[in-house]
């Protein structure tokens, strides 16, 4: 070989090396950019008042939550919401209907839904950025994976099935697809159990 040939031969391969570098810097920044955007989602979502209360009400089975924040006499901002209220409060009309005889929702199952609604938004929008190819589910594991574990077991080592019964009611009669789908994604097919 010449050295004119070992020239060539060199400068393409630089040339090859640094196109690898610049596409491992490329796909470090995607990579990035990408952690950046679920970082800035989950801390909306975390900071949303609804969201959150919705979250404090699947971690606990009983705790007073401030449902009403903008009550002027602080006494009344918070509800003692239990497991059995949740379960109540999350039963879609038709079965509230028969079972209360069409009585109005109470002041605290308005508020609890309307958590709910904005949690399972939130949850919707995840979806569509993954099924968007924005984001992958990994990337959003370390935040949601505590919550989608609660949504989805019905094993009951958390909440109690009739819980979790009401929550997936709740979704599939509020056609919150996105969040079977979600859920779907980490192993859960959360279709409302019919009953017999």
């Known amino acids: 070989m010449e050295t004119r040939d070992w020239v060539a031969l060199g400068t393409a391969a630089a040339a090859f090396v640094a196109f690898l570098a610049g596409l491992v810097q490329y796909r470090h920044a995607q990579r990035w950019k ?34 009403f924040p903008q009550e002027p006499d602080p ?47 939130a949850l919707e929008r995840f979806e569509y950025f993954i099924q968007a190819g924005l984001v992958s589910r990994r990337e959003f594991d370390p935040y949601l994976r505590y919550w989608i574990d609660l949504l989805g077991d019905r094993a ?11 929550l997936w009611a709740y979704i599939g009669a509020y056609s919150y697809s996105g969040v079977q789908k979600l859920l779907r994604r980490y192993g859960y097919d959360i279709r409302p159990r019919h009953r017999a």
Not at 106 to 113: F, N, T
Request: aromatic share 6%; hydrophobic share 45%; net charge negative.
């Open 156 to 166: 009951g080592r958390r909440k109690p099935p009739a819980v979790v019964d009401a």
């Open 75 to 121: 006494a009344k901002r918070s509800a003692l919401v239990t497991d059995e209220l949740l379960a109540h409060a999350l039963a879609p009309l038709p079965d509230k209907a028969a079972a209360r005889l069409h009585d109005e929702f109470k002041r605290e199952e308005v508020a609890i839904r309307a958590a709910f609604d904005e949690l399972f938004d």
């Open 34 to 67: 990408r952690s950046e955007f679920v970082a800035r989602e989950v801390k909306e979502f975390k900071g949303d008042p609804a969201v959150r209360n919705a979250l404090l009400m699947l971690d606990w089975n009983e705790r007073h939550v401030e449902l």
